[in-house]
């Protein structure tokens, strides 16, 4: 720093105003960028596709110049895969590692940062700033990798294609790599493969396709050929089959209509590429305080520089005042603390279930004011389970969840066991008889609903391996999308019994006797209706109802006409996927805390809304169900208005959901989006925070998402938004603490500027208390206890300051009443004691740690007391503070550090005083609680 003597005076002057000027015009220009790069996208409707459902099965043919017996000959294949390229998604837009790490200094926090390393190096300060460029790499490497991982979404949904597919071409079946087909392609599937192409069903044999990843619909869907209206929903087409999805039974041969990216998944992927992530929260209520902080710093270095032009002071002394003010002004240790405090967050999530992948979500699901949930797996068991019953006339309800076997049967409030009752038992025991699935431990192996009626038997202590040790399969008839039922012939002793169950119009026409829990008796018409108006009332309340009926049999080897007539009718099952146990109270307490919940399902309207009516959803309320019609013939304007007033979407495709989340978005709401398959990804990415579930979310889900329920559970989700608003106001606190500690060093710095004084503190000091005396107290600050009311609190809106009026006032009273402290310790022992200008500093550095320290104490709560909260409730906090103050002994006590803090042995007198000097800002502010607490209780 002596080489600066050599130049001569005006030139400090040019430097130094140089150096202002850049500043702010680098400061203008970014902040010009942040806001244009947080303008709000304009979303649009629905992608228009070809209605492949609405054609003529030969018109399509003709068009696709395919014969449905030979397919394609290997030449034209050829032709057509050189001409639309090959059956594969790609990516729209990658990011490249290097644009992800640069993208992590888009703050304008860090390139304030940056610039004061600058300067400190400038200076010859190379501890300062290798101090302050540790912190801001840190901050991006964390940044980096988390942020890598959600940049790759689009690449996952390239493995859910099929590798290998069967098809046929020059009249053969033949296995080619599914990268290699063309529309045109006749595919030929089967139970268990992956359909590799969307494709137009021409024949089918009781073919059921798993198409949850792509509508959300959480049974297989019954296939069949036929026109269907062009606005039937994707869910409904049950003409056609789709990229990703899987057979789930049956056999079919289908014409491929669409590869590759004009796919309904291709679609998904364009439209995953295109959903927009906008800033955090929290990212830009810090953006707006480090602008806030910025212009103040200008603004007061501005001023002390030309106080010291009016006072003839030297060049290089006027040019440190300001940079120990710049130093001063910014917290160096916030983005350090803001990080660790969302890392301790996670981990805190973690051991409630829930996985955060980027770091600013830990915060942003705290301010979330809608979460757009999925049902089936969510607010659902996400298991058919078997929840009424009927049987001898009677209504049985059925406790229990999913493929468990605990549960019960009651009449009433009255319990009942299966075995003595003879109808309950008689249908329990037909519905096991006739089921191909098999329960293992606590799934199934088989079709969901048989699944259902086996755990339903097994609650009745029937098993259905002791059926088969008695009473031995000898025939079936399966089911299929045409008969609507199925028959399973057992042999019992030396006579034979059908067991059929099947749709209750279907299995009901064939019955001609009732068993009434006494007898077999003829079926009355009077029974007909009781039965079926039974039907209408659990089809109300969303139940998938099943009839079961038996007869004894001959000839075990008869038709289906011959076998399935003249049944004795046993009773109905009514199935559906439950509400989880736990769910309900989750709602209400999202409720309670101000947030909306919206259920989102590819589900039908009625079971939509019976289970969002049972979990308090869709209530009294006033929220509507709208269906994705609906949604197809509204324009973006309208929908906008009507999104505050829904509550649940039913029948939506992936387009819907992501028009849904832009359009809450619009309305200027913090909206999280949840969800397992693929058509929810591109939703997920565009929400404020997305949520995956760890055990049914498909791996493109999960790579879109910013936090992964692990147990797939809504309650979790409310817990993490508990998690995340208990964050927030950690952040909130440690930054006021931070901030009154800087108010404070500003102010010493400027008050000794205009009257006079020398520097107090020198800017290595200043840096030490930014970031050990302040910053580490501020750490264990982050790790404070979530508050117990925080979820009886509405949400914070979206553009809220991170520090309200309250904690406004409290930082600028804490500032001046440490700024007092230390300019009081400089005074006396200058001014007052005639020690030296070191010995001055060394004071006032001491004061004013000591008072940061103590105040970190009073800094947890605004209006409890150290005393009421307790000084080992924290006990990270208090080890903290005893560092702290140990690591300031240090430096009075080591000769090396001594001559780079400029600091002195302390000696006992003096110690003294700086003590009893740095315990009065901590005093005077809890006397100021226990006055405002005493006021407000005699208002």
């Given at each position: 720093m002596t080489g600066l003597t050599l130049f001569e005076e005006p030139l400090f002057y040019i430097l130094f105003l140089f150096v202002l000027c850049g500043l702010t015009g680098i400061f203008i220009v970014f902040d010009i960028f942040l806001r244009w790069r947080k303008m709000p996208s304009h979303f649009s409707g629905p992608v228009v596709r070809r209605p492949w459902h609405h054609e003529e099965l030969p018109a399509l043919l003709v068009e696709l110049a395919v014969d449905p017996v030979r397919g394609l000959a290997s030449e034209e294949a050829g032709r057509r895969l050189r001409r639309d390229g090959r059956n594969e998604l790609r990516n729209i837009r990658t990011v490249s590692p290097l644009t992800i790490f640069f993208r992590q200094f888009a703050s304008l926090v860090i390139w304030v940062l940056i610039g004061a390393v600058g300067v400190s190096i400038y200076l010859g300060e190379k501890a300062e700033g290798i101090a302050i460029i540790s912190i801001v790499a840190l901050n991006a490497v964390i940044g980096f990798f988390q942020e890598f991982r959600a940049e790759k979404a689009a690449a996952s949904l390239a493995r859910l294609a099929a590798p290998k597919a069967k098809i046929v071409r020059n009249g053969r079946a033949q296995v080619c790599a599914a990268a290699e087909i063309v529309a045109g392609d006749i595919l030929l599937l089967d139970a268990g493969d992956l359909v590799a192409a969307d494709a137009r069903l021409l024949e089918v044999s009781s073919l059921r396709a798993n198409e949850v990843s792509l509508t959300g619909e959480s049974q297989p869907v019954d296939k069949s050929i036929g026109i269907l209206p062009v606005e039937t929903p994707l869910a409904d087409r049950s003409n056609m089959v789709f990229l990703g999805t899987s057979i789930a039974g049956g056999s079919a041969r289908a014409l491929v209509t669409a590869i590759g990216m004009r796919t309904e998944l291709g679609l998904i992927a364009q439209l995953l590429e295109t959903a927009e992530k906008d800033t955090t929260p929290l990212q830009k209520r810090l953006d707006r305080i480090t602008r806030y902080l910025l212009w103040v710093c200008l603004g007061i270095v501005a001023l002390v520089f030309l106080l010291g032009l009016l006072r003839s002071l030297a060049p290089f002394e006027l040019f440190l005042s300001a940079v120990s003010l710049a130093v001063a002004a910014i917290p160096e240790g916030l983005p350090a603390v803001v990080t660790v405090a969302l890392a301790l967050g996670m981990q805190r999530m973690i051991r409630r279930n829930a996985l955060v992948r980027r770091l600013q979500s830990v915060e942003t699901l705290g301010c979330a004011q809608v979460i757009c949930t999925d049902k089936t797996g969510t607010l659902t068991v996400g298991e058919m389970t078997a929840r009424r019953l009927?049987?001898?006339?009677?209504?049985?309800?059925?406790?229990?969840?999913?493929?468990?076997?605990?549960?019960?049967?009651?009449?009433?409030?009255?319990?009942?066991?299966?075995?003595?009752?003879?109808?309950?038992?008689?249908?329990?025991?037909?519905?096991?008889?006739?089921?191909?699935?098999?329960?293992?431990?606590?799934?199934?192996?088989?079709?969901?609903?048989?699944?259902?009626?086996l755990v339903a038997a097994a609650k009745g202590g029937i098993g259905r391996a002791d059926i088969e040790a008695s009473a031995p399969r000898l025939a079936a008839l399966p089911f299929d999308s045409g008969r609507k039922r199925m028959t399973v012939v057992r042999r019992e002793g030396d006579s034979a019994k059908a067991f059929t169950k099947g749709a209750s119009e279907v299995v009901l026409a064939r019955c001609a006797y009732i068993h009434d829990n006494r007898e077999f008796r003829t079926l009355a018409d009077e029974d007909r209706q009781a039965i079926t108006q039974a039907v209408e009332e659990m089809a109300r309340d969303a139940l998938r109802v099943l009839a079961v009926a038996q007869r004894s049999v001959i000839d075990h080897g008869g038709t289906a006409d011959e076998?399935?007539?003249?049944?004795?009718?046993?009773?109905?099952?009514?199935?559906?996927?439950?509400?989880?146990?736990?769910?309900?109270?989750?709602?209400?307490?999202?409720?309670?805390?101000?947030?909306?919940?919206?259920?989102?399902?590819?589900?039908?309207?009625?079971?939509?809304?019976?289970?969002?009516?049972?979990?308090?959803?869709?209530?009294?309320?006033?929220?509507?169900?709208m269906t994705g019609r609906d949604l197809e013939r509204m324009a973006d304007t309208d929908f906008t208005d009507m999104v505050r007033d829904t509550a649940v979407y039913a029948r939506v495709t992936a387009e819907d959901k992501l028009r849904i989340v832009r359009a809450w978005k619009a309305d200027n709401k913090v909206v999280a989006m949840t969800g397992d398959g693929v058509n929810d990804a591109p939703a997920l990415k565009e929400a404020a925070i997305g949520i995956a579930m760890g055990q049914t979310g498909t791996e493109v889900t999960k790579e879109a998402a910013d936090l992964i329920i692990v147990d797939d559970d809504f309650s979790s989700i409310v817990a993490a938004v508990e998690e995340g608003r208990g964050i927030y106001e950690n952040i909130a606190k440690t930054l006021a603490y931070l901030l009154a500690g800087n108010s404070a060093e500003l102010m010493v710095m400027l008050i000794a500027a205009l009257v006079g004084w020398p520097l107090p503190l020198l800017p290595l000091q200043l840096l030490w208390i930014n970031l050990t005396t302040d910053g580490l107290p501020a750490l264990a600050l982050a790790a404070d206890p979530v508050a117990s009311d925080v979820l009886k609190r509405?949400?914070?809106?979206?553009?809220?300051?991170?520090?309200?009026?309250?904690?406004?006032?409290?930082?600028?009273?804490?500032?001046?009443?440490?700024?007092?402290?230390?300019?009081?310790?400089?005074a006396l022992e200058f001014y007052l004691y005639g020690e030296g200008l070191e010995y001055a500093r060394d004071a006032t550095f001491t004061a004013l740690v000591i008072a940061?320290?103590?105040?970190?104490?009073?800094?947890?709560?605004?209006?409890?007391?150290?005393?009421?909260?307790?000084?080992?409730?924290?006990?990270?906090?208090?080890?903290?503070?005893?560092?702290?103050?140990?690591?300031?002994?240090?430096?009075?006590?080591?000769?090396?550090l001594q001559a780079l803090f400029g600091t002195k042995p302390l000696s006992t007198d003096h110690f003294a005083v700086w003590m009893a000097l740095g315990c009065i800002p901590l005093t005077a502010l809890e006397v100021r609680k226990m006055l405002l607490r005493r006021r407000r209780r005699f208002k």
């Open positions: 009927l049987a001898g006339g009677r209504f049985y309800e059925v406790t229990g969840e999913g493929y468990r076997v605990e549960g019960n049967f009651f009449w009433g409030d009255a319990q009942c066991v299966p075995s003595q009752d003879a109808a309950l038992y008689a249908l329990l025991y037909a519905a096991a008889a006739c089921s191909d699935a098999e329960l293992v431990g606590q799934g199934i192996i088989g079709d969901p609903t048989e699944g259902a009626l076998i399935e007539r003249e049944l004795i009718f046993l009773g109905l099952f009514g199935l559906q996927d439950p509400p989880r146990a736990e769910a309900k109270s989750a709602v209400a307490r999202c409720r309670s805390a101000g947030i909306k919940p919206v259920m989102i399902t590819g589900d039908h309207p009625d079971t939509a809304a019976a289970i969002a009516r049972e979990l308090g959803i869709l209530g009294d309320d006033g929220g509507k169900l509405p949400p914070r809106p979206p553009d809220a300051e991170l520090l309200d009026e309250e904690y406004v006032r409290l930082t600028l009273l804490a500032g001046i009443l440490t700024a007092a402290t230390s300019l009081s310790a400089f940061e320290l103590l105040r970190a104490f009073g800094a947890r709560s605004s209006r409890k007391t150290v005393f009421e909260i307790g000084l080992l409730s924290n006990l990270w906090l208090f080890l903290v503070i005893i560092l702290s103050f140990s690591l300031h002994l240090v430096i009075h006590q080591v000769p090396a």
